[in-house]
């Protein structure tokens, strides 16, 4: 059980595109889930938190018109990376729960993202 | 001082060797603790929760010392396939639930 299912694995596009992850909780529902990036040998970083039906919550130093985050249903949040540049190349990855705040978070396959 | 701590490592062992790890959280407001595992470029996936009275999976044994506010991790009879970073991850509930992540330790078990 607690599969979470991201899509796509992979993206390599041109500088200027708007790219967007789909992040899909497949066999429970998803009341919170998170958005991270992982730069190479280093730490997750918590870019935004997003509860179903309600506008994200984003850590602070990350622009919220630059990466805009939906969470329509129990079962998928979307992430869009707007006009995307090289410096936004990283490894996305998200995670969702279920229940209560302290149940553990089970994380997507991640998307790694490379502008060109 | 972070608020979850972890030794980086790495830890190199020999296969079948067994190797503990130790994790320190500062706010005694944290209630609820993991261990996950992330294989190089890949995501992190929930090892095992860690309970005060301890939790026993095959090769791998969690504590939870919440005096000490510390949690460890015992992994015996090391496999190639034990290689990757493990990290510790523990929820806070200060008005409102947190997930806090440890920056993770590496192991490498080699033959």
């Known amino acids: 059980g607690a599969v979470v299912s991201q899509h796509p694995s992979w993206v390599i596009c041109k500088s200027g595109t708007s790219v967007k992850i789909e992040c899909r909780s497949l066999?429970?529902?998803?009341?919170?889930m998170f958005w991270y990036r992982q730069f190479p040998k280093q730490s997750l970083m918590l870019m935004a938190t997003s509860n179903e039906g309600s506008k994200a919550t984003y850590e602070q130093g990350v622009e919220k018109d630059k990466f805009l985050i939906n969470h329509a249903s129990l079962t998928l949040s979307t992430l869009t990376v707007t006009s995307a540049h090289p410096e936004d190349s990283s490894f996305y990855i998200c995670?969702?729960?279920?229940?209560?705040?302290?149940?553990?978070?089970?994380f997507g396959d991640g998307t790694r993202l490379s502008i060109l | 001082r972070k608020e979850v701590e972890q030794d980086p490592g790495p830890f190199n062992v020999p296969e079948g060797a067994t190797v503990a790890f130790n994790c320190t959280y500062s706010n005694s407001a944290s209630q609820s603790f993991f261990w996950y595992r992330q294989d190089c470029r890949k995501e992190p996936k929930l090892l095992m929760s860690v309970y005060s009275s301890g939790n026993e999976d095959g090769r791998f044994t969690a504590q939870l010392n919440r005096a000490s506010q510390y949690i460890s991790l015992l992994i015996r009879d090391s496999k190639l396939s034990d290689s990757a970073t493990y990290l510790c991850v523990v929820i806070r509930n200060t008005g409102g639930f947190k997930t806090i992540f440890g920056a993770g330790t590496r192991l490498f078990v080699k033959a």
């Open positions: 066999d429970f529902q998803a009341t919170t």
């Open positions: 995670s969702a729960r279920g229940g209560v705040g302290n149940q553990p978070q089970h």
